[in-house]
């Protein structure tokens, strides 16, 4: 499942690669991954891209007048690629872009003079595939009030990464949610983007264990634990900004320390790392230095 560390470098990315590009055409192989009229879709053709970002776990690509908010789920996964490319299998929707006059603004600087950016005249595409078509692509026109699950408002805290979730905010919010550590990382009412492997991840560097209650945490416990957040999204960025392009297709997951290591050596402390699975999702830990 993308999470916040995936989708940043995708979403820097895909930036990079189309803002100032025109629609030049929107199609939906499969059209149930969308929510939203074929006119909608058709009426993207010709708007500019102004943004592309990602919010929570959405990737948010702002055009000059309508939005498309796309939430991957599972197994969504964004192919940048050129028109003659073999298209993937299970390709949901395509979007075709024309040439780039002038040059893009607000690009994150790790993109600079990359190899796998598109030249300035090139025609690149966006394909969006999902295998299990669990993910959901949303049509957001400027005069349509079409609700997105689960993004903006109540239901999504700030993002995890967020410059303005400070430790004393992190402390505030984090007092109204008494449950089990791996549960509270993954609630995106609390802080948005991160999911199953992650939260095992940031609780391996906290030294705590994911079936722990927050209630129990001591006031050092609690700091360590958005340390933790910070540091493991952060180095996590850093890895995949190296490792994913140009083939954003593939989610890079080899370097973590447990998640998904069941019965390997804990990189800190050597011993076997347990797994546990229930609901359909791996939790991954370490009986050795996680308390
Ligand atoms: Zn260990």
């Not at 500019?48 to 789920?73: H, Q, S």
Request: overall charge positive; charged content about 25%.
């Amino acid at each position: 499942m993308p999470e916040l560390p995936d989708l940043t470098v995708v979403a820097d990315a895909l930036h990079a690669a189309l803002t100032g590009r025109p629609v030049r055409s929107a199609e939906a192989p499969g059209p149930l991954a969308v929510r939203g009229t074929p006119a909608e879709l058709s009426a993207l053709v010709g708007q500019r891209v102004v943004e592309i970002r990602r919010r929570g776990k959405f990737l948010l690509i702002d055009l000059e007048r309508d939005r498309i908010a796309c939430n991957p789920m599972l197994t969504g996964r964004f192919q940048l690629a050129a028109p003659g490319d073999k298209l993937p299998s299970k390709t949901a929707v395509v979007l075709g872009f024309g040439p780039r006059t002038g040059a893009p603004r607000d690009v994150a600087r790790w993109t600079r003079d990359a190899t796998w950016l598109p030249a300035d005249d090139a025609e690149p595409e966006v394909r969006y595939r999902d295998p299990t078509q669990m993910g959901k692509i949303y049509l957001v026109p400027a005069d349509v009030e079409r609700p997105v699950p689960g993004l903006g408002g109540a239901e999504q805290g700030p993002d995890a990464d967020d410059p303005a979730l400070t430790l004393e905010v992190w402390r505030d919010r984090i007092r109204k949610h008494p449950g089990e550590l791996k549960n509270l990382l993954r609630n995106q009412a609390f802080v948005a983007g991160i999911g199953n492997a992650y939260s095992d991840e940031i609780l391996h560097a906290a030294h705590l264990l994911p079936f722990r209650k927050r209630s129990s945490l001591a006031a050092e416990e609690v700091d360590a634990l958005y340390a933790a957040t910070r540091s493991t999204l952060a180095d996590a960025i850093e890895v995949l900004r190296a490792r994913v392009p140009p083939t954003f297709e593939k989610q890079v997951r080899d370097f973590l320390a447990v998640h998904d290591k069941g019965g390997q050596a804990c990189p800190r402390c050597g011993t076997r790392i347990t797994e546990v699975r229930a609901g359909g999702f791996i939790t991954s830990y370490c009986r050795g230095c996680q308390h």
